[in-house]
T-cell receptor, first 111, second 116 residues
Framework: SQQGEEDPQALSIQEGENATMNCSYK?????LQWYRQNSGRGLVHLIL?????REKHSGRLRVTLDTSKKSSSLLITASRAADTASYFC???????????FGKGTKLTVNP | DGGITQSPKYLFRKEGQNVTLSCEQN?????MYWYRQDPGQGLRLIYY???????QKGDIAEGYSVSREKKESFPLTVTSAQKNPTAFYLC???????????????FGEGSRLTVL
């Protein structure tokens, strides 16, 4: 069962622009995580934000979490061609030992 | 270097055959997971294990089996009962195996299975 849904499904931007991806979920969570996947490769963890946090930064990444709206956003600033990948949100539902992943946003950064 | 190793990277199988995908980690992580990824479907959980000699079914366990005889190893067998096994399989591990929260997952590079 899918818990998180990313939006948009695909995003194409120019190098230097900012990229924003959104994730909505349905039930209460302990934390929400964002992962990146290059084509044909494994996923790489980017950032984890806990349910009592509202914003978190890591380098060019900024993640926000709004538990009242059950949504999160991932902002990549000053994008580079190397940021081209699929980005997934994953939620850790309260009382569960499992992470549930969304279907991902495919980001293309054009040089 | 510490990490997760999946093998083989590519595997072809004839219908009716069982195949086993290997997953080994040297991160000393307690929990290990198997996910299946189909195009446009995201990741779906097959099985997970939080401790040696114990494992639980995920959302799509039918047609799959696992074992956890060693902390470092969590092999996945795709049996002939799995009706549509062609997919990309990802193994992951995590340090924290608490009952109410999951930490960061570390993924292997995946195994792509194709049924001929």
């Amino acid at each position: 069962s899918q818990q998180g849904e990313e939006d948009p499904q695909a995003l194409s931007i120019q190098e230097g622009e900012n990229a924003t991806m959104n994730c909505s979920y349905k039930t209460s969570i302990n934390n929400l995580q964002w992962y990146r996947q290059n084509s044909g490769r494994g996923l790489v963890h980017l950032i984890l934000i806990r349910s009592n946090e509202r914003e978190k930064h890591s380098g060019r990444l900024r993640v926000t979490l709004d538990t009242s709206k059950k949504s999160s956003s991932l902002l990549i600033t000053a994008s580079r061609a190397a940021d081209t990948a699929s980005y997934f949100c994953a939620t850790d539902r309260s009382g569960s030992e499992k992470l549930v992943f969304g279907k991902g946003t495919k980001l293309t950064v054009n040089p | 270097d510490g990490g997760i190793t999946q093998s083989p990277k590519y595997l072809f199988r004839k219908e009716g055959q069982n195949v086993t995908l290997s997953c080994e980690q040297n991160l000393n992580h307690d929990a290990m997971y198997w996910y299946r990824q189909d195009p446009g479907q995201g990741l779906r959980l097959i099985y997970y294990s939080q401790i040696v000699n114990d494992f639980q079914k995920g959302d799509i366990a039918e047609g799959y089996s696992v074992s956890r005889e060693k902390k470092e190893s969590f092999p996945l067998t795709v049996t002939s009962a799995q009706k549509n096994p062609t997919a990309f399989y990802l193994c992951a591990s995590s340090l924290y195996a608490g009952m109410s929260s999951t930490g960061e997952l570390f993924f292997g590079e995946g195994s792509r299975l194709t049924v001929l």
